[in-house]
Each structure stands twice: as C-alpha cells, then as structure tokens.
C-alpha cells in the first residue's frame, strides 16, 4: 500500500472526513484490519484565509509547497490537497515536488464522464466559481460549468465560512442551497459538484433532483484507488 499525504486544516472540519472516508475505503477493500496509510500535515487555515481575502495567492502557495514538501520527506507517495480553492496552487505546488500530486477536479471529471453528464451546476467558495483556475479545468475536460447569479453566489460562500468550517449546520442554509441548486437545474445542470469539501456536511443526495459529485468523497476515493493499486 502507497502511503498518501494530505494537505489538511482547509477547513479541519473537511480533513476529518477526507481520514474517515480513506480508512473506511480501505477497509472495506481489504478487510481485516487494513486501514489507510496516511501522513497528513494540517496548516493553519487563519492563515490561509487571510492570504485569499489580500488576494496572496502567491504566499499561499509557498505554504502548500512548503507542506508538500514536508510530506514528501516524511515519506508519501502521492500529494492530495484537500480543499478545492487552494487547488488554484496546484501546478506549483505539483512543480515543486518530485512525488505525483491527485488534483481534484481530474477526479471528479472521471466520475461524471462516467454518469453519462457533460453539464453541472458548481456550488463553491467565491474564488472557486469566479476565478478561471478551477472551471476553465473542467471546460479543457469536455464538461461544462454553470454557476449561481452573483447573490446566490455570496450567499454559498458566506455559509461556507461562516457556518460549514466553524462545524455549523443550519436547517435555513440548507434550504437556501436547495434553491440554488434547483435555479442551477433551470440553467440546464444535469448534475450538481459540491465543489467545496465542507458543502457536504450540508446538502445530501435527498436535496437535489439531479446527481451530486461530492468532491471530497470522490477526491479521497481517487487517492484509495491509487494507493492500492
């Protein structure tokens, strides 16, 4: 078995379940005992945060690359970022390292090829849905990206770093997403990506009429499949 280092604490309400859901992968593939081999550096999010909101983006990197690099020392075999936003320094942080890094959105990519979909709807944080980094990735993979109007989209990302990063779960914002999630299915979303990880502490299958990709689930999948092949 490869051993995976994840790049945590973005939020650590999120990292928790990128650990539980790798262990219970593995488990159920191997039985026994068996669980994931992990290494997992987990930053201060403060931090981070700060860097994104003065637009940093180039200090946020040097911390990924700096933790990656760390992890690869420690003996990983494979980086995995896990948060959607920071994959904006992605290509650094994979050019920095000599390990392969699992990016997100190729991951998530294969699952809806797979469903047969070519259009989806993204709920996200801001940088995620306006910045080019992350939808222009998917575009290049043959699938196309709708995402909420400008309020809607304030109201997504003021959930997710108000409530979902803080362990908050809100009956109210979940129904505020369902709204935005059946506007995106009007646009013409075959699908829905919960493009940020914490967004599925929050919305569940139950609340959309069309497929949702939950990218944390799919992400620590991609990486049990690579560490066990």
């Known amino acids: 078995m490869k051993t995976v280092g994840l790049i945590g604490g973005m939020s650590w309400e999120s990292s928790i379940l990128y650990y539980k859901i790798m262990n219970e992968l593995v488990q159920k593939k191997l ?42 020392k420690a003996g990983a075999d494979i980086i995995v970022i896990c948060t959607n ?37 993204l709920l996200a944080t801001k940088y995620t849905m306006e910045q080019e980094f ?14 909420p109007t400008e309020e809607e989209r304030e109201v997504v990302h003021q959930v997710i770093f108000e409530e979902l990063c803080k362990g908050k779960i809100n009956s109210k914002s979940r129904e505020s997403y369902k709204k935005i999630i059946k506007n995106l299915i009007q646009k013409g979303a075959e699908g829905i990506i919960l493009g940020c990880t ?6 569940k299958p139950e609340d959309s ?4 990709f939950d990218t944390t689930y799919i992400h620590a999948e991609e990486a049990v499949r690579y560490a066990l092949q």
């Open 31 to 72: 039985g026994g005992l068996n669980s994931a081999k992990t290494i997992m550096y987990s930053v201060n999010f403060e931090e981070i945060v700060a860097l994104q909101k003065e637009g940093k983006w180039e200090e946020a990197a040097d911390v990924l690359i700096h933790t990656a690099r760390q992890l690869e």
């Open 134 to 147: 992350y939808i222009k990735r998917f575009q290049k993979l043959g699938i196309d990206v709708f995402i």
């Open 209 to 212: 009429e069309v497929p949702l």
């Open 198 to 203: 914490e967004i599925t502490l929050l919305v």
């Open 85 to 121: 936003t920071m994959h904006k320094v992605a290509e650094q942080v994979e050019q920095a390292i000599e390990i392969p890094l699992l990016h997100i959105v190729d991951a998530t990519v294969s699952q809806i090829l797979a469903s047969g979909l070519s259009k989806v709807g």
